[in-house]
C-alpha cells in the first residue's frame, strides 16, 4: 500500500515504469473490475514472428499469419487489433527499431520476420488495454492509472499520425466496440431552454466508423460528410481535432458540426456536453485535440438530406512541359471563385490531378462553373488526359467514385506535415504566382502530397469550435507524407522525418501567420500551439487544467501535455531542437 502511495505521488517522468513492475494480481483485479474487458496488447504481426522478445503475448501461428500477410493493408482487421496501427510505426519504438512489421510491399518477404536478427518486439503497443462498454469502464482505468503509475492512452481506430493513441508500457482505454447508431431527427441537446430550435441529428457510440455510418446514412435518406478513409473514426480524434471532408467549404469541419458529447473526464465526471451546459469541454472537444480533455463515449452530430452531389474528377498529362505548371496556375486563380460557388476538392500534386464535389449548384451550373477547367485539361493541354464529370444520386455512390478513388496510403509507415493556405494567398497576381510555382515544386520534394480544398470558407466562423482560427480564413490544407518499410534504421529515420518537415518550409514561409491541422501534422511542428490552435490555445490550456489536473491524459503536442521527455514518449526519434 505504501509502495502503492509513492507511486502515485511520483513525478510523471517516472511513468511508464514498465507494467511488469505492477503485480498480476492488480492486473486481475482490474479485469474483473472492469466485467473481463481488459485485453492483452499483441503486436498486429506476432503470428508470423518465430521469435519474441520476452512478455510479449500471443504465438506463432501459421494459419493467423496467413490472414495477416493477406490483409497487411485492411483497415478493418488492422482496427479489430488492439495491437493495430494503421501508421504502422506507431506499432514501433522507432527509437530503437523494436517492431513486429511485415514486409508491407511483399508481405511473404522472410527477412522482415524469419530471420534470427528479426525479434517481435512490444514497441509502442499498449501492453493491455480495457475494450470499454461504458463510463464505469473509463474511471476504472483512471483509478488504476493513478494508483500503478502506468500511462493511459486512448485509441478508437488506431488512424493516429502523430502517434497519439498508443504508447510503450501503457494502458489503453479501447473505444472500438461502442457502436450504437441512433437517428435523432428532432434532437434538442440536453437541458437547453425551449427557444433552442431541434435540429436533424444522429447520436453515434465512439467507436463508430465512418464506414457504417455512411451507410445508415444512406438507409435513412440522410448526408453525412465524411474523412478520406471510410474507417476514420466518426466520433473520436477526427472531430476533436477538426475533421475536414470533401463537404466541409459547405458544410463544416466535423469540429462545426457537433451537437453534444458525452465525456468521462480525468476528474472523474461523466457529462453530457453541449450549448447549454458544460459548455468549456464542450468547446474544447471541438478542435482542442482527442485524447486530452476526456474519452467521449458517444456523440451527436448534425445530419442533411440525401443530397445529389456533382463529381468531377481529372488528370493532366505530366510529361508534357509547362503544363503542370499551367494547371496549378489555374487552381490558384481560380480558387475562390471555385469555394465561393461550393466547390471541395482534393488536389494531388504529383500525378497532377483532382477530385471534386458540388452539393450546391444544379448539374447545369456545375458544368458551366467548371468549364474552364474542362478547356484547359482536354483542349489546351496535349498528351493524355482524363476529365469525368457525373451527377452523383447520393453520397453512397459519390464517395467510392471520388473520394476514396486515389487512396491514401495505409497498413505502411507513412508520416505528414502540412500548412493551412490562407485566402490572402490567393488574392493578389504575385502570391498566386508564388503558391503556383510551389505546388509545382512539390513533385521534386516527396512521395506524396495532397491538396485539400476543405477549408470552411463558405461555411464560415460561428465561434463555436477551439480549432485554428486560421482555418476559417483559409482555402487549402496542404499535406505532404512519406512512407518507408520494415528494414529503416532509426538513424536513418530521422532524415525521414527532417526531410520531410522542410518539404513544407516554402509554404511556412509563404504563409507565416498561417497555422498546421493538428491531425495531418509535422510530428516536429515548430511553434506547435500557435500553429495548431492560434489564440485558442491558452483557453484550451485552462480547460485541460480544470479536467485533468494529474495529467492521466497526456500525447505528443497535445494541450497541456508534460513535454517529449516524458517516459511515455521515448519512442519517438529525438530530433535536434525539438
Ligand atoms: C487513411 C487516413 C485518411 C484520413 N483522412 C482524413 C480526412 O479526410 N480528414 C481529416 O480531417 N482527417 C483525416 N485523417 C486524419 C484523422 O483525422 C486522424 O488520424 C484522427 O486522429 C483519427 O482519429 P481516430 O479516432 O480515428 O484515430 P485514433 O488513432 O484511434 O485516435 C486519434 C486521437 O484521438 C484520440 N481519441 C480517439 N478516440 C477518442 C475518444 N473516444 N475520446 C477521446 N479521445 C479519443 C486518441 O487518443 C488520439 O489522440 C485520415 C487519417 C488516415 C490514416
Ligand atoms: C480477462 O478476463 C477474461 C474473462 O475471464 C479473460 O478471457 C481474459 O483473458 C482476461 N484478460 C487478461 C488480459 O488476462
Ligand atoms: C478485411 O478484413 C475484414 C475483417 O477480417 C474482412 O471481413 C474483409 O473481408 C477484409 N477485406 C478485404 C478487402 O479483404
Ligand atoms: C515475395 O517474397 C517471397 C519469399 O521471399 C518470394 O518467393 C516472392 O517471389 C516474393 N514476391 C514478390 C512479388 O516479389
Ligand atoms: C485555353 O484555350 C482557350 C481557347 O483557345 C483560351 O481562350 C484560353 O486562354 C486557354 N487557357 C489557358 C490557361 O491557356
Ligand atoms: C466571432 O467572434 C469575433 C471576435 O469576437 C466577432 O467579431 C464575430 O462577429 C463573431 N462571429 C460570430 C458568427 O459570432
Ligand atoms: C529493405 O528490404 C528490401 C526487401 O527485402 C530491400 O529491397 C531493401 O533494399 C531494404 N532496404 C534497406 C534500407 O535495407
Given at each position: 500500500m505504501?509502495?502503492?502511495?509513492?507511486?502515485?505521488?511520483?513525478?510523471?517522468?517516472?511513468?511508464?515504469?514498465?507494467?511488469?513492475?505492477?503485480?498480476?494480481?492488480?492486473?486481475?483485479q482490474?479485469?474483473?473490475?472492469?466485467?473481463?474487458?481488459?485485453?492483452q496488447?499483441?503486436?498486429?504481426a506476432?503470428?508470423c514472428?518465430?521469435?519474441?522478445?520476452?512478455?510479449?503475448?500471443?504465438?506463432?501461428?501459421?494459419?493467423?499469419c496467413?490472414t495477416?500477410?493477406?490483409?497487411y493493408?485492411?483497415?478493418t482487421?488492422?482496427?479489430?487489433n488492439?495491437?493495430?496501427?494503421?501508421?504502422?510505426q506507431?506499432?514501433?519504438?522507432?527509437?530503437?527499431s523494436?517492431?513486429?512489421?511485415?514486409?508491407?510491399?511483399?508481405?511473404?518477404?522472410?527477412?522482415a520476420?524469419?530471420v534470427?536478427?528479426?525479434?517481435?518486439?512490444?514497441?509502442?503497443?499498449p501492453?493491455?488495454g480495457?475494450?470499454?462498454?461504458?463510463?464505469?469502464?473509463?474511471?476504472?482505468?483512471y483509478?488504476?492509472?493513478?494508483?500503478?503509475g502506468?500511462?493511459?492512452v486512448?485509441?478508437?481506430t488506431?488512424?493516429?499520425?502523430k502517434?497519439?493513441?498508443?504508447?510503450p508500457?501503457s494502458?489503453?482505454?479501447?473505444t472500438?466496440?461502442?457502436?450504437?447508431?441512433?437517428?435523432?431527427?428532432?434532437f434538442?441537446?440536453?437541458n437547453?431552454?425551449k427557444?433552442?430550435?431541434?435540429?436533424?441529428a444522429?447520436?453515434i457510440?465512439?467507436?463508430?466508423?465512418?464506414?457504417?455510418?455512411?451507410?445508415?446514412?444512406?438507409?435513412n435518406?440522410?448526408?453525412?460528410?465524411?474523412?478520406?478513409?471510410?474507417?476514420?473514426?466518426?466520433?473520436g480524434?477526427y472531430p476533436?481535432?477538426?475533421?475536414?471532408?470533401?463537404?466541409?467549404?459547405?458544410?463544416g469541419?466535423?469540429?462545426?458540426?457537433?451537437l453534444?458529447?458525452?465525456?468521462?473526464?480525468?476528474?472523474?465526471?461523466h457529462?453530457?456536453?453541449?450549448q447549454?451546459?458544460?459548455?468549456?469541454?464542450?468547446w474544447?472537444?471541438?478542435g482542442?485535440g482527442?485524447g486530452t480533455?476526456?474519452?467521449?463515449?458517444?456523440?451527436?452530430t448534425?445530419?442533411?438530406?440525401?443530397?445529389?452531389v456533382?463529381?468531377?474528377f481529372a488528370i493532366a498529362?505530366?510529361s508534357?512541359p509547362?503544363?503542370?505548371?499551367?494547371?496549378?496556375?489555374?487552381?490558384?486563380?481560380?480558387a475562390?471563385s471555385?469555394?465561393?460557388?461550393?466547390?471541395?476538392?482534393?488536389?494531388y500534386?504529383?500525378?497532377p490531378?483532382?477530385a471534386?464535389s458540388?452539393?450546391?449548384?444544379s448539374?447545369?451550373?456545375?458544368?458551366?462553373?467548371?468549364?474552364g477547367?474542362k478547356?484547359?485539361?482536354?483542349?489546351?493541354?496535349?498528351g493524355?488526359s482524363?476529365?469525368?464529370?457525373t451527377?452523383?444520386?447520393?453520397?453512397k455512390?459519390?464517395?467510392?467514385?471520388?473520394v476514396?478513388?486515389?487512396?491514401?496510403?495505409?497498413?505502411?509507415?507513412?508520416?505528414v506535415?502540412?500548412?493551412?493556405i490562407?485566402?490572402?494567398?490567393f488574392?493578389?497576381?504575385?502570391?498566386?504566382?508564388e503558391l503556383?510555382?510551389a505546388?509545382?515544386?512539390?513533385?521534386?520534394?516527396?512521395?506524396?502530397a495532397l491538396?485539400?480544398?476543405?477549408?470552411?470558407?463558405?461555411?464560415?466562423?460561428?465561434n463555436?469550435?477551439?480549432?485554428?482560427?486560421?482555418?476559417?480564413?483559409?482555402?487549402?490544407?496542404?499535406?505532404?507524407?512519406?512512407?518507408?518499410?520494415?528494414?529503416?534504421?532509426?538513424?536513418?529515420?530521422s532524415?525521414?522525418?527532417?526531410?520531410?518537415?522542410?518539404?513544407?518550409?516554402?509554404?511556412?514561409?509563404?504563409a507565416?501567420?498561417?497555422?498546421?491541422?493538428?491531425?495531418?501534422?509535422?510530428i516536429?511542428?515548430?511553434?506547435?500551439?500557435?500553429?495548431?490552435?492560434?489564440?485558442?490555445?491558452?483557453?484550451?490550456?485552462?480547460?485541460?487544467?480544470k479536467?485533468?489536473?494529474?495529467h492521466?491524459l497526456?500525447?505528443?503536442?497535445?494541450?497541456?501535455?508534460?513535454?517529449?521527455k516524458?517516459?511515455?514518449y521515448?519512442?519517438?526519434?529525438?530530433?535536434d531542437?525539438?
Open positions: 505504501l509502495l502503492l502511495l509513492a507511486l502515485a505521488a511520483a513525478p510523471l517522468s517516472s511513468y511508464a515504469a514498465a507494467t511488469s513492475s505492477i503485480p498480476q494480481s492488480a492486473w486481475t482490474l479485469n474483473s473490475t472492469v466485467g473481463g474487458r481488459l485485453h496488447g499483441i503486436p498486429f506476432r503470428s514472428f518465430t521469435h519474441a522478445a520476452a512478455g510479449v503475448g500471443g504465438t506463432q501461428n501459421a494459419a493467423a496467413a495477416i500477410q493477406a490483409n493493408i485492411n483497415t482487421l488492422l482496427q479489430d488492439l495491437g493495430g496501427y494503421i501508421n504502422t506507431w506499432e514501433t519504438c522507432q527509437a530503437t523494436e517492431q513486429c512489421l511485415l514486409d508491407f510491399q511483399n508481405t511473404s518477404d522472410p527477412a520476420f524469419n534470427p536478427s528479426r525479434i517481435c518486439s512490444q514497441g509502442s503497443v501492453d493491455y480495457i475494450k470499454i462498454t461504458g463510463a464505469s469502464d473509463v474511471l476504472a482505468a483509478a488504476f492509472s493513478k494508483a500503478h502506468v500511462p493511459l486512448v485509441k478508437g488506431g488512424h493516429e499520425y502517434g497519439r493513441s498508443g504508447a508500457g494502458l489503453a482505454i479501447w472500438h466496440g461502442l457502436k450504437s447508431i441512433t437517428n435523432a431527427p428532432k434538442v441537446p440536453t437547453c431552454p427557444s433552442v430550435a431541434p435540429r436533424t444522429v447520436t457510440g465512439a467507436g463508430v466508423m465512418y464506414e457504417e455510418l455512411i451507410d445508415f446514412a444512406d438507409a435518406s440522410l448526408t453525412i460528410p465524411a474523412g478520406g478513409c471510410i474507417s476514420v473514426g466518426a466520433a480524434g476533436q481535432g477538426g475533421g475536414h471532408s470533401m463537404f466541409s467549404n459547405t458544410h469541419l466535423a469540429a462545426d458540426r457537433v453534444e458529447i458525452e465525456v468521462v473526464t480525468p476528474r472523474g465526471d457529462l453530457i456536453a453541449n447549454c451546459q458544460n459548455t468549456d469541454i464542450f474544447a472537444m471541438r482542442g482527442g480533455f476526456g474519452v467521449t463515449l458517444s456523440m451527436t448534425l445530419t442533411f438530406p440525401a443530397t445529389q456533382n463529381g468531377v498529362d505530366n508534357v509547362g503544363q503542370r505548371l499551367a494547371f496549378f496556375q489555374w487552381m490558384v486563380d481560380n475562390i471555385l469555394a465561393q460557388q461550393g466547390w471541395g476538392y482534393y488536389l500534386p504529383t500525378i490531378g483532382i471534386m458540388n452539393t450546391v449548384l448539374q447545369e451550373e456545375a458544368e458551366a462553373s467548371i468549364a477547367l478547356t484547359l485539361i482536354t483542349q489546351n493541354f496535349t493524355a482524363v476529365w469525368e464529370m451527377l452523383e444520386p447520393n453520397y455512390t459519390y464517395y467510392p467514385k471520388y476514396t478513388n486515389i487512396a491514401v496510403p495505409v497498413g505502411v509507415a507513412m508520416t506535415t502540412s500548412r493551412l490562407p485566402v490572402a494567398n488574392q493578389t497576381e504575385k502570391s498566386r504566382a503556383a510555382q505546388m509545382t515544386a512539390l513533385i521534386d520534394e516527396v512521395p506524396v491538396g485539400f480544398g476543405v477549408a470552411p470558407f463558405v461555411h464560415g466562423n460561428n463555436d469550435t477551439s480549432v485554428n482560427p486560421a482555418w476559417y480564413e483559409s482555402l487549402w490544407h496542404l499535406a505532404l507524407a512519406t512512407t518507408w518499410n520494415f528494414n529503416e534504421t532509426s538513424s536513418s529515420l532524415t525521414i522525418y527532417s526531410d520531410l518537415s522542410s518539404a513544407i518550409d516554402p509554404f511556412r514561409a509563404l507565416p501567420n498561417s497555422g498546421a491541422y493538428v491531425n495531418e501534422a509535422d516536429y511542428e515548430p511553434d506547435w500551439e500557435q500553429s495548431f490552435w492560434g489564440d485558442n490555445y491558452a483557453r484550451l490550456l485552462s480547460i485541460k487544467q479536467y485533468d489536473p494529474n492521466l497526456d500525447c505528443w503536442q497535445c494541450v497541456g501535455w508534460n513535454g517529449p516524458d517516459a511515455r521515448k519512442c519517438y526519434i529525438n530530433i531542437g525539438v
